[in-house]
């Protein structure tokens, strides 16, 4: 009998340790969606409206890219 319930508490503990990597893995899933949705661009619009994934440094002038504001098209509460 003990003997059974001791392989129950490690089966037990296996399966509460998959479930807590399983939400970490979602976590860092939806961390990198956030990082995946801003955008940046040269402050001089020196490639006019271009926009890139990842900061880093204008090809053209060489200042560093800025995150830009993302604008939200939702206009139901808009009203004329």
Known sequence: MKKLLFVSLIFLS???SKKTENS?????AVKTETVA????????QCEGEKTYAQAGKCPVCK?????IALVET???GHVH
């Open 63 to 67: 200042m560093d890219l800025q995150e």
């Open 74 to 76: 939702d206009s139901t």
């Open 14 to 16: 296996i399966a509460c």
């Open 37 to 44: 949705a801003k955008k940046y661009a040269c402050p001089m």
């Open 24 to 28: 970490e893995n979602q976590d860092e």
